[in-house]
């Protein structure tokens, strides 16, 4: 008798071996399209600023008017803090922003998606948004509330970028030989590869609801999977000497950092003076952020930026 137990609750264990196998087989399998083999990596900067100088003052206006970016925030009722803070600085600077919750909410205006699973809400976010938003707008920003972002950055970067290719852009960062952006950092997409990536939302066998049986993937590490599917990989942005633009840490934690790997360069070991997005942000050290970025000026200096990133009409931002 006791042997016959043993038997069984071996077989119980390799059956369970084996199920485990099968199953990290079948996301090896998801995580390459079959193109993902010719694919390299490689990273992408922002222009230089000559190449912005060399431009006509019409082609300079037209520029800063063309590029509008649109804003998805991710948030749930007990992000109540963050919600707020971001409501109040950083979203007031994007052509139009809107918060996606888990649930209705009737402290905020938000689009209720009904989910409280984050891959699910990023899914119903990006197809609501691609549904109501595809002829208005050709840049699509995603991020959580804890992460601040400096849109006319952004605009920046992307001032050279074909939003008619299959941009996918951020913090990338590697998971065995799967590359993807990092959602602390925040995501933008062009306009084709929300087309691309509302089409692959469809087939279930590519792009899944639910994650794996046994382990379940990150949100953003499921959005590579399904845009790999559709040609579409993940950009590393940088600036025009080779920094990072989208962080994924706060300032604070840059700093401390850097004032340890480059005591004698702190500033220039932290970050990018052109930086898009910093995370892992309080409440609180957002309005900062918005003070130091956009109200804390010395007087009688001229920046002589050659390019000027005006406000929506109607918006209060700084």
């Known amino acids: 008798m006791l042997s016959e137990s043993s038997s069984f609750i071996k ?3 390799l059956g369970g071996a084996f199920c485990m196998l099968v199953t990290l087989l ?3 399998k998801v995580g390459h399209g079959t193109k993902a083999h010719h694919h390299e990596h490689h990273h992408i900067q922002a222009p230089n600023k000559e190449d912005v100088l060399n431009l006509s003052e019409g082609e300079r206006v037209e520029l800063s008017k063309s590029i509008r970016v649109y804003c998805i925030i991710l948030v749930k009722p007990k992000d109540l803090g963050h919600w707020a803070a971001a409501r109040e600085t950083r979203s007031k600077h994007c052509d139009k922003a809107e918060f996606y919750s888990s649930e209705n909410v ?3 205006d938000s689009v209720a998606v009904n989910a409280n699973d984050m891959w699910v809400m990023m899914r119903k976010a990006y197809k609501i948004t691609y549904e109501r938003y595809k002829d208005e707008f050709s840049w699509f920003f995603l991020a959580y509330p804890t992460t601040f972002a400096i849109i006319e950055n952004l605009k920046y970067f992307l001032l050279k970028k074909d939003p008619s ?7 990338t960062v590697k998971s065995g030989d ?3 952006v990092d959602g602390e950092g925040g995501i933008v997409l062009s306009i084709e590869s929300l087309r691309r990536l509302s089409r692959v939302l469809e087939d279930p066998d590519k792009c899944p609801e639910q994650g794996g049986v046994i382990w379940k993937l990150a949100e953003d590490k499921q959005l590579a999977i399904c845009l790999k599917y559709t040609g ?4 590393n942005a940088e600036d025009s000497e080779g920094k990072d633009v989208f962080n994924t840490k ?3 934690a840059l700093i401390k950092e850097a004032m340890s790997t480059h005591p004698q360069q702190v500033v220039d070991g932290c970050c990018s003076d052109m930086a898009i997005t910093f995370s892992g942000l309080a409440p609180n050290h957002m309005h900062v952020m918005m003070y130091g970025v956009y109200r804390l000026r010395p007087y009688g200096h ?3 930026d050659a390019l000027v990133f005006l406000p929506p009409p109607g918006s209060d931002n700084d």
Do not use: D, N, R, T
């Open 11 to 13: 077989g119980v264990v």
């Open 106 to 108: 009737k402290v905020f």
């Open 250 to 252: 706060s300032v604070g």
């Open 302 to 304: 001229s920046y002589s």
């Open 26 to 28: 079948g996301h090896i």
């Open 232 to 235: 579409v990989f993940a950009e």
């Open 178 to 180: 799967l590359e993807y």
């Open 165 to 171: 290719q299959p941009f996918y852009i951020g913090h």
